[in-house]
Nanobody
Framework: QVQLVESGGGLVQAGGSLRLSCAASGISFRLSTMGWYRQAPGKQRELVARITSSGTTNYAAAVKGRFTVSRDNAKNTVYLHLNGLKPEDTAVYYC????????WGQGTQVTVSS
């Protein structure tokens, strides 16, 4: 059974930082492309950042230079470091794994106050 469990969300003031974690099980983590998506109220889910099995990363334009995605294959965990947070970053953040098919976590809420 595949499980992606996110943690680390919360309420933070604008300009602050958070670190999201996603612990994966039931997949071959080191062979998987891992990603973070977000969905704000009334909006579609969008890609925030992605890291491939070889460590190649890509970011949405809105977060480039502020967010950093990383992975620890020994811990089967992917991280998203969120710096310089803005109110428009408020959303539910979802962990995604691509290993044959797409798998999703349950999401973690990030709220940025102005």
């Amino acid at each position: 059974q595949v499980q992606l469990v996110e943690s680390g969300g919360g309420l933070v003031q604008a300009g602050g930082s958070l670190r999201l974690s996603c612990a994966a099980s039931g997949i071959s983590f080191r062979l998987s492309t891992m990603g973070w998506y977000r969905q704000a109220p009334g909006k579609q889910r969008e890609l925030v950042a992605r890291i491939t099995s070889s460590g190649t990363t890509n970011y949405a334009a809105a977060v480039k230079g502020r967010f950093t995605v990383s992975r620890d294959n020994a811990k089967n965990t992917v991280y998203l470091h969120l710096n310089g947070l803005k109110p428009e970053d408020t959303a539910v953040y979802y962990c995604n794994a691509i290993w044959g098919t797409n798998y999703w976590g349950q999401g973690t809420q990030v709220t940025v106050s102005s």
